[in-house]
């Protein structure tokens, strides 16, 4: 089967208009990007390789191959049901793999001891989609949930480092502590949830679209502070997303997910110039394309992260 | 159709199987009792304090129509004097724990699957995992505890205003004195009728504990799949309690009475 890139005159906001109009076997459209060395002078923090998944019959990771270095921002974009989530809970150490391996700093997520994983989740920190935090809590309780049920830290401890967690992601701490995540904004659940996942201080965060239904002032806001965050702290942040805008802004490298499967990876440039039909769809926001026609035929598999 | 009697089957022994296992993680949780002082308290206060009105109602309610009705037809014998035993027995072995439990499972586990389900499909219980707040020790084992000490407490509860709500209108219908009353119930119940049925509203709270819990764990589907965990809670337990309730008669007249020497 063959498939046409975007054939509509979109306009691409990263690398001017689309220019190539080419026909793609299904085979070469779907193929996995080789494996791209690391930049030089980066020393590689995650390595992941050949990770495959299944629910049921339907294969959602198809042999999944990267280095992601310490202290880059690395972005992975993908339409809806391109296995983003999957990827994510994988490098979370939540879901084991079917075949091949998440290694991060020498140790094998799937092999790994109940200790072992509870030590590394102390170096991660995560940004849930809707914030995830805990309704029943207060703001108070909600940053400082690790501190005082991992690591049982006293209360005046966890207090003042939810304040600096809070004051870090610039949300005035006094007047929201005692607040429910119900009385919050949006924007402002979505940064108290990244205090959260910043107060154990951690090497690695994870943002699993982080920017996804908020107004584009607070999207440029969550934006900015994820680049913050990542200068002062000098953090690894893992970012999944399909904003266009965010990953161009944000990162040091994009990786681009489609069935399972790294179709790209590379620099912004790199992205930006990469003919592949999937891609120039991504770019483009074209109704036409691969991505349309896998819309009109995909069935969201039992079992499957949504 | 025998295909779809098989699923069923299976579903169910799933269900089974999982509860089981949750229950006994729950149980092996307890060992970090201390830490969940905060949420345990929560959830007593929920699944205690917020139940015993309606549940004084019904019950009350209840004393009161088997008075009417079970008095009349004893008036008609002669013996309404054995009418605040009948009343008593039946209350304290069987209406004040049935009746605490759907009281309990229409207010408190419908609603415990209810939040867990949506915490599940919030990602809220994701969130707890990758802090590694274990969700067993966090969220389960203060609400089966909860439940664990509350019913016991509305059961005795439940006794002693359907007693009373009997011998209130067995008084005003039939004028028999509050202390006939009384004294026949004490004459004809022991502390085994009373223990049995605090030991069966133990075991009725660990059933919707445990369903509540695993059904409000496995949600799927966003509010859809709320809406069916809660369902599925309230009749899989229902159909537990009354199941584990006959088992335990079954026991306690054919094995534990003869052991003991009772008649």
């Known amino acids: 089967m063959m498939r046409r890139a975007a054939t509509n005159p979109g306009t691409d906001r990263h690398t001017g208009p689309v220019q190539q109009v080419e026909d793609w076997p299904a085979e070469r459209l779907e193929a996995g990007s080789p494996l791209v060395p690391p930049p030089p002078g980066k020393q590689v923090l995650m390595q992941v390789r050949a990770l495959t998944k299944a629910f049921g019959p339907r294969r959602i990771l198809r042999g999944i191959d990267v280095d992601i270095c310490a202290g880059e921002t690395f972005v992975i974009l993908g339409g809806s049901g391109s296995g983003k989530t999957t990827l994510i809970k994988h490098l979370m150490a939540m879901l084991t793999p079917d075949s091949g391996s998440v290694v991060v700093d020498g140790l094998d997520l799937a092999k790994a001891t109940p200790e072992q994983l509870v030590e590394y989740r102390k170096k991660m920190g995560v940004v849930f989609q809707n914030a995830a935090l805990l309704n029943s809590l207060t703001v108070l309780e909600n940053v400082g949930l690790p501190l005082t049920e991992v690591e049982q830290r006293p209360a005046d401890e966890v207090r003042a480092r939810v304040v600096e967690a809070l004051r870090q992601v610039f949300l005035p701490a006094d007047e929201i502590l005692d607040l429910k995540p119900a009385s919050l904004s949006g924007g402002m659940r979505k940064r108290v949830g990244i205090a959260r996942a910043i107060i154990q201080k951690p090497s690695i965060i994870l943002y699993d679209e982080p920017t996804t239904g908020l107004d584009p002032v607070t999207v440029n806001g969550v934006n900015e502070l994820t680049l913050q965050l990542q200068q002062k702290l000098g953090v690894t942040s893992i970012v999944i997303t399909h904003d266009l805008d965010a990953a161009f802004m944000i990162a040091d490298r994009i990786a681009v997910l489609y069935k399972g499967r790294f179709i790209a990876v590379g620099d912004k440039r790199a992205i930006g110039d990469n003919p592949h039909p999937v891609l120039r769809q991504l770019l483009t926001g074209s109704t036409t394309g691969p991505l349309t026609e896998d819309f009109l035929t995909a069935k969201k598999p039992e079992g499957a992260p949504s | ?263």
């Open chain 2, 1 to 263: 159709m025998l295909a779809e009697v098989g699923r069923s089957i299976l579903h169910n022994a799933e269900i089974a199987g999982r509860c089981l296992s949750l229950l006994g993680r729950a149980l092996l949780a307890l060992r970090h009792i201390g830490r969940g002082r905060s949420q345990i308290v929560r959830q007593l206060d929920m699944a205690g304090f917020g139940s015993i009105l309606v549940l004084c109602l019904i019950a009350g309610l209840t004393g009161m129509i088997m008075a009417v009705q079970t008095g009349s037809e004893l008036e008609k014998f002669g013996v309404l004097k054995n009418l605040g035993a009948i009343i008593g027995a039946t209350f304290c072995c069987e209406m004040g724990p049935i009746w605490a439990a759907v009281i309990v499972l229409a207010r408190v586990g419908a609603s415990m699957a209810a939040e867990l389900g949506t915490m599940t499909v919030n990602e809220e219980v994701d969130a707890l995992k990758v802090m590694s707040i274990d969700p067993v020790r966090y969220l389960v084992m203060p609400r089966i505890l909860a439940l664990m000490i509350s019913m016991p407490l509305l059961t005795t509860m439940a006794d002693f205003v359907g007693l009373l709500g009997g011998a209130l209108v067995t008084k005003a219908q039939f004028g028999q004195p509050l202390r006939t009353f009384m004294e026949s119930a004490q004459g004809l119940l022991d502390g085994m009728d009373f223990y049995s049925g605090l030991f069966k509203s133990l075991v009725f709270a660990v059933i919707i504990g445990t369903i509540s819990c695993d059904q409000g764990l496995a949600t799927k589907n966003g509010a859809e799949g709320v809406g069916r965990a809660t369902t599925a809670t309230v009749v899989l337990s229902i159909v537990f309690v009354l199941l584990s309730d006959h088992i335990m008669n079954y026991i306690l007249l054919k094995v534990i009475t003869p052991l003991m020497g009772l008649t």
